[in-house]
């Protein structure tokens, strides 16, 4: 069957920026996914995308006319329903057979198998191959439904009648197969050759594709618009680098992936110029210049090599004029009123200190359920106190940064930039002469806000980010606001996260129980109930998050059987976990375990881990109580220095004693006195196997 490429471009109006790396790749990937099923694309087939601020394309290569016919065995009925007693069609049969398009002739060549409970009929048949226009029309409407679009919008087509729901409004779509136009129709529109370049620099309107393999060549020398969003893009950080060069030495484009991506969907022939603003502006903290220039105008700050914010910055323009200046002058005299705004929020904001504002927050609604900002600070304090307490962290700092942590949310600048929550708390801290370490502490109380994130950067803002976190998590678990599937509107998750990240990377040295305990306290405690639940929830996210970093289930689960306390420790007694379990008695002893947990689960009431000597009777219990008198006591000292591993080796010695017991003893004897001695050596051997870990999850 011969091959050509095949082009589909669908034009637009202007496509949401943020959105469109994702509809593009969507467009491209389900379009070509659809003629695979279908048959229409050869084994070596390549993709290309294309995605613009106003067109969506596809150019796939070695593409089929039509796929190829396909032999196919449809189950139809049992033979008992379809074949009469004289082996002649039953209506059912040939109602069935004519559904297919055969008739009675086609019974003789029917197949007859069993399907495990009754012979069944299967007809066998050959499925024509679908021509290239028809499966490119049904994978061009699987296409257009199923695109990541943010929000659709309706409108009206040129009759004036039909209404058409699509994400912007659609003007044009081209389709060809060589140099040939394929009759598909979409959104109103038929397929031709004719497509738009750039709105303003285009050197031919409209733009006539010759072949499929003409496309993009033609729409960047005749359209001017280099319709690759990969390409567009690379060509933009192409061009920042070169600008940021030619603007000082050592300056650079800040870093912003996503910035890049949305500036990609808003120009179609970059140009990046250099702009400038006073250097008076300087004054304000470059957080906020920052993220004006950024969020409001789509610019890129230049950062010198301490990083530190120039007064220069980058715009990466949509059109190339001869002489720059007009652009790179507008875009000057619109960014210096926003820069203005910064200046003006940031000096009205210094004329109040934090600590005035902090009443305020009584003011301001947190939960229906759970009251204002203000009693959610005072929860906070408490909180960080009694952590400062338990950690030896100065409480009067942790108290002071957690009052102050949230009063910059009644600022002017955090008002028009809830960003930078935090962030400005800091330097309105330091402007009111408070210690580095609370101000650092009331913007790192936030942390980590992300996988990967920071954490806060002195041993107050690590107890002021707990408290506030843990505040949110045991006041929302309180009310039965816990996270269900993939909705988490009070980000717990992240909180959880970051919970865990300052236990371990901290290697604090504090009890998951205590810290749930002090943050409890201010609630007037927790139900049982929804104290098991948080607990539960914490340890989710720890296993989730171990097994990111490569552990294996049953070794995660060995370590978090038992809860551990100290999270800090979590990687020693894993890594304890994986050495024991490379050692030949490893899998005996789990076993072992396994079973000796399961025998006391039966016992009614709870086990003492203690044994009498004289009630010893079989040489294989004596032999286990002499072995474990021996190996308990060297296994609890190395748990004790936390030398997990070697405590975990020791038990090694256990294995002998331990199938012998097996093998020669009954535990469960008619003597009762026997029977509970034996249940009390089976405890003490469980406590010594499962300090570190439950070792029983390593059992196959």
């Keep these: 069957m011969s091959t050509q490429n095949l082009l589909l471009e669908l034009f637009v109006e202007e496509l949401p920026p943020k959105a469109l790396k994702k509809i593009g790749a969507a467009f491209a990937e389900t379009l070509q996914a659809s003629l695979q099923a279908q048959g229409l694309l050869s084994a070596d087939s390549v993709l290309t995308a294309f995605a613009s601020p106003r067109r969506l394309g596809v150019h796939l290569t ?20 379809g074949l009469g007693a004289d082996g002649k069609a039953t209506p059912a049969l ?11 002739s086609a019974v003789a060549g029917l197949k007859r198998e069993s399907d495990g409970k009754a012979d069944v009929l299967y007809f066998n048949s050959t499925i024509t191959g679908v021509m290239l226009s028809d499966g490119l029309q049904k994978a061009l409407e699987e296409t257009l439904g199923k695109l990541p679009i943010p929000k659709v919008m309706a409108y009206q087509l040129a009759d004036g009648w039909e209404t058409v729901n699509f994400v912007r409004p659609a003007h044009g779509l081209v389709a060809m197969y060589g140099a040939d136009v394929l009759p598909i129709s979409a959104l109103g529109l038929r397929a031709g050759c004719t497509t738009h370049g750039h709105r303003f620099e285009a050197g031919i309107d409209p733009v006539y594709i010759r072949n499929a393999d003409s496309y993009a060549a033609q729409i960047a020398t005749e359209g001017a618009v280099i319709a690759s969003f990969a390409e567009r893009r690379a060509e933009i950080v192409r061009q920042l680098a070169v600008a940021a060069a030619e603007a000082g030495s050592n300056l650079t484009p800040i870093e912003d992936e996503a910035l890049l991506d949305e500036v990609t969907g808003l120009v179609e022939r970059p140009n990046v110029l250099i702009g ?15 993220l004006t220039m950024k969020a409001n105008q789509k610019y890129f700050p230049l950062l010198d090599s301490k990083g530190n914010l120039s007064n220069k910055f980058l715009i990466v323009s949509n059109i190339r004029p001869a002489d720059a200046s007009t652009v790179i002058g507008g875009n000057e005299r619109v960014v210096r009123p926003r820069l203005a705004d910064a200046k003006f929020f940031f000096d009205q904001d210094r004329k109040k200190t934090l600590a005035s504002r902090v009443a305020g927050l009584d003011k301001v ?33 942790a108290d002071t940064a957690a009052q102050l942590a949230k009063a910059d949310l009644l600022t002017d600048m955090v008002g028009e930039f809830p960003e930078l929550q935090g962030i400005m708390g800091r330097y ?9 370490t609370v101000a650092d502490a009331i913007e790192d109380h936030y942390k980590p806000r992300f996988a990967g994130d920071e954490l806060p950067r002195n041993p107050v803002g690590i107890v002021v980010a707990l408290a506030d976190k843990l505040e949110t998590l045991v006041g929302l678990f309180s009310i039965g606001q816990v996270p269900t599937g993939d909705k988490d509107p009070f980000a717990l998750r992240r909180h959880a996260l970051g919970i865990i990240r300052m236990l371990i990377e901290s290697k604090l040295d504090i009890g998951i129980n205590d810290l749930i305990a002090a943050a409890e306290k201010p609630f007037n405690g927790l139900s049982a109930e929804h104290r098991g639940a948080l607990l539960t929830f914490i340890f989710d996210r720890l296993a989730n998050a171990l097994r990111e970093q490569g552990y294996s289930a049953q070794e995660i689960d060995a370590v978090l059987a038992l809860q551990p306390q100290r999270l800090a420790d979590v990687a020693d007694r894993l890594a304890a976990v994986r050495a024991f379990a490379a050692l030949p008695e490893a899998a005996s002893l789990a076993a072992a375990n396994k079973r000796v947990g399961n025998i006391l689960k039966k016992v009614e009431g709870t086990v003492a881990a203690q044994v009498d000597t004289a009630l010893l009777k079989e040489p294989a219990e004596v032999a286990l109580n002499q072995t474990l008198t021996t190996v308990k006591p060297q296994a609890e000292a190395a748990f004790a220095r936390g030398d997990y591993t070697a405590s975990l080796q020791a038990l090694a010695a256990l294995r002998n004693p331990v199938d012998a017991f097996f093998d020669g003893v009954m535990v469960n004897a008619e003597d009762v006195a026997l029977r509970n001695n034996r249940q009390g050596l089976l405890a003490t051997l469980h406590q010594a196997m499962n300090q570190v870990a439950d070792i029983s999850k390593l059992a196959a």
Excluded: S, W
């Design 62 to 81: 070695k593409v089929l006319e039509q796929a190829d016919d396909k032999a196919v065995m449809q189950k139809l009925m049992p033979a008992a329903v």
């Design 94 to 104: 040939l109602k069935k057979l004519a559904a297919l398009g055969a008739d009675e």
């Design 276 to 290: 400038q603003f006073e250097e008076a502006f300087l004054e304000v903290p470059q957080e906020c210049l920052i």
């Design 365 to 397: 609604v947190y939960h229906n359920k759970l009251g204002t900002q203000g009693e959610r600070i005072a929860r906070v304090r408490a909180i960080a106190q009694a952590i400062a307490g338990k950690l030896g962290v100065d409480a009067q700092q």
């Design 428 to 436: 309105y801290a330091q402007h009111d002469g408070l210690p580095a």
